[in-house]
């Protein structure tokens, strides 16, 4: 952590508010033939980011253990001229990747790459055949955020060096996303204190950005581990004081106070230990709970209560009980000057145009998973996002806590199918097909024609932090829910990974003998039912 400092403070030396008067004067016919040239830039580079998706795809990495994937990418941008610090916040997974040409804006360009568990899924395919059985796979579409970011970044690379252009890029990965279990840290250790705005892209079925708060909750992350006395199960179970119990009463604790909760609230579990075999007293078991709520308050008032249960369980089983923090993800606001900075640019690059073979696709998919509507893939951009008025419950991203830290947005971009469960296989079907291919294509257009209208109109990048400062950070300050000696918990995962990368690493694409993923697997796209 102290290199990435180090690092970091040798290049961003200045806040880029106050460079509005050192960059060159940009005429607004000017930036747009600059951000016209990007998009070509973009769009000549498309088979680069097809190989990219399909290669991040092949490794179907779970989280901690993005190994291959993030020794790909970051050999990527490192051949691009990008100055690479491994192992940020202590995660040997985790990286940033920065290139400097000068005083500027120091943007920031992030995406997650982890996969889902038992999400191995061939693509192309409307209906569930697995590559490997029982193995991860992209079941939310988080090959394709990084290739994105990297396409757009090289592209206004290309167009700073030759304008001489000043500001500085860094792309960095959401490790572990599934976990919330890396951003929190990444904050907490200063690695976006000298960042200026930071774009984050993650996968969708259309191409939109929105602002304010959004949708959805933060969350805390907790174990809570109990320790007993073992014992034979049958010979003498009094001389035993089962951990287990103390779990599962926990666990019955919980479930109890569920009946009173706010309807906006969210919690869930799942027992990592249980025990060894069922003629020992286990002498250790541990529970795993995500508690969600809408504001850090409520989330903070859950942990607190559930600190208090298990403290109770421990008493009633005379067991010990300790717990560990393994993720917090804050909930989001998103910066209104980018977002609708970025929605006019949107609209310039529009939605790709989808094939017939696409759209059956789509529909076939959609079929299989009976969602509510078989209507293919959009053929009209989604409106502007507005701020969400009253708050409405679901899902969590760690890119709140950044989001918290500099004004940030979330891109959405269209390569994946609507109406799907999520964290399923069905959504892998799409994510190394065309369908994911000009979804990428489309979104590092608009990020790129974004990114130059930031270091050209230094303008807006003071009205963001305005807004920022004035609006979003008025009445609310951010406060970490993880702690100074609070560490990632990068063991999560690796038995999994283990268990199944070998036979995953048959199937890793061979982009120097096939054109695509789908070639290699002798996938006929589409393939459905008939």
Known sequence: ????????????????????????????????????????????????????????????????????SSKYLTGILESNGFTIEHSISGIPTAWFATWSNGDGPVIALGSDVDCIPKASQYPGVAYHKPIVDGAPGHGEGHNAGNPLNITSALAVKEIMERENIGGTLILWPGIAEELVAAKAWYVRDGLFDKIDMCIFTHVGNNLGVSWGPTSGTGLISV??????EAAHSAGAPWRGRSALDAAELMNIGWNYKREHLHPLKRSHSIFTDAGDQPNVVPSKAAIWFYFRDVSYEGIMEMY??????????????????????????????????????????????????????????????????????????????????????????????????????????????????????????????????????????????????????????????????????????????????????????????????????????????????????????????????K
């Open 304 to 529: 607190a209560q559930a600190n208090e249960i298990a403290k109770g369980a421990a008493l009633m089983t005379s067991t010990t009980m300790t717990s560990r923090v393994l993720g917090t993800a804050w909930p989001r606001h998103y910066n209104k000057v980018i977002a609708e900075t970025m929605y006019e640019n949107i609209k310039d690059v529009g939605l790709p145009t989808w094939t017939t073979a696409d759209q059956e696709l789509a529909k076939a998919v959609q079929t299989e998973v009976k969602a509510k509507k078989i209507e293919g893939l959009p053929t009209e951009l989604s409106e502007l996002g507005l701020p969400v008025l009253e708050p409405i419950s679901g899902g969590s991203d760690d890119i709140g806590d950044i989001s918290w830290k500099v004004p940030t947005v979330t891109m959405r971009f269209p390569s994946n199918i609507p109406g799907l469960p999520g964290h399923h296989w069905a959504n892998a079907i799409a994510m190394a097909t065309p369908i994911a291919h000009k979804g990428v294509t489309a979104g590092a257009k608009a990020e790129a024609m974004t990114i130059l209208d930031f270091l050209l109109q230094p303008e807006l990048l003071t009205q963001a932090w305005d807004y920022f400062n004035n609006e979003q950070t008025k009445e609310t300050k951010y406060q970490p829910m993880i702690a100074a000696d609070d560490m990632p918990p990068i063991y999560l995962n690796k038995d999994k990974q283990d268990t199944f990368r070998p036979a995953l690493e048959k199937f890793y694409y061979d982009e120097t003998k096939y054109d695509t993923y789908l070639e290699q697997l002798g996938v006929e796209y589409p393939t459905v039912k």
């Open 223 to 228: 174990e809570y581990l109990f320790e007993g």
């Open 1 to 68: 952590m102290k290199n990435a400092k180090i690092l970091l403070s040798g290049i961003l030396i200045l806040s880029s508010v106050t460079f509005a008067s050192a960059q060159k004067k940009y005429s607004k016919k000017q930036i747009e033939k600059l951000k016209s040239e990007a998009a070509a830039i973009v769009e000549a580079h498309k088979k680069q980011s097809q190989v990219m998706v399909d290669k991040v795809f092949s490794f179907a990495e779970l989280g901690f253990q993005e190994e291959e």
